[in-house]
């Protein structure tokens, strides 16, 4: 089955401590986003990759970081610098440019959920 | 500054009820406009989208109301299930150099009671 696999679900993280969140599609899709996602504030975008080795900031970058070694992989930092990280964490992916009709549809992965005590 | 602005916040109904979830734009450069449904613990998943050249776009009992010169479309659920309690979101959809760019309303939070 093609899709987005996303973990840890549930991660709990000390204050000062960077997490990794992993994202992975076998979709073949060339782009891939990082979401957030707070009750009320629906989905601010974090940071997004339209091809490998390459990414770009989205409106709440500050705190984050990203890498792009692979097609498949784009896996999300939390650094000790951002101030409030407990939230849960969307990776979605599209078909990227140049590909059949791109209308931008993302497809989500299940979240991860991340709690700093 | 807030382009895509989602209402109500959250929505009740009885079951066999019509839910209606508004929307409304301000850049007339959005070409696509998708709604999201998410249920709780899960990511969203694509329900139904339009394009700005139709006004009404029907897909089994969920329907999106599309009007251009107001930029405003919304979202008629008719016969609500107890199973289409979930968070709704509208997004609009513009190029934005080779790529897409969504942007999501804050969500709608429906729960139909049996």
């Known amino acids: 089955d093609g899709g987005i696999t996303q973990s840890p679900k549930y991660l709990f993280r000390k204050e000062g401590q960077n997490v990794t969140l992993s994202c992975e599609q076998n979709l073949n899709h060339d782009a891939m986003y990082w979401y957030r996602q707070d009750p009320g504030q629906g989905l601010r975008l974090i940071y997004y990759s339209q091809i490998v080795n390459d990414f770009q900031k989205g409106d709440i970058a500050e705190g984050y970081s990203v890498s792009r070694e692979k097609k498949e992989s784009f896996p999300l930092t939390v650094t000790s610098a951002q101030k409030n990280p407990t939230a849960f964490y969307l990776c979605?992916?599209?078909?990227?440019?140049?590909?059949?009709?791109?209308?931008?549809?993302?497809?989500f992965g299940e979240g991860s959920r991340l709690t700093v005590l | 500054q807030q382009q895509v602005k989602q209402s109500p916040q959250s929505l009740i109904v009885q079951k066999g009820g019509i839910s209606i979830i508004n929307c409304a734009y301000e850049?007339?450069?959005?070409?696509?406009f998708p709604w999201y449904q998410q249920f709780p613990g899960k990511g969203p998943a694509l329900l139904i989208a339009?394009?700005?050249?139709?006004s009404e776009k029907k897909e089994g009992r969920f329907t999106i109301s599309f009007n251009k010169s107001a930029k405003q479309f919304s979202l008629h659920i008719m016969d609500s299930q107890p199973g289409d309690s979930a968070t709704y979101f509208c997004a609009a959809s513009m190029k934005s150099g080779s790529n897409y760019k969504l942007t999501f309303g804050k969500g709608t939070l429906l729960t139909v009671n049996p």
């Open positions: 979605a992916s599209s078909i990227g440019k140049g590909r059949g009709r791109n209308t931008g549809e993302l497809f």
């Open positions: 339009i394009r700005p050249d139709v």
């Open positions: 850049n007339t450069a959005f070409d696509y």
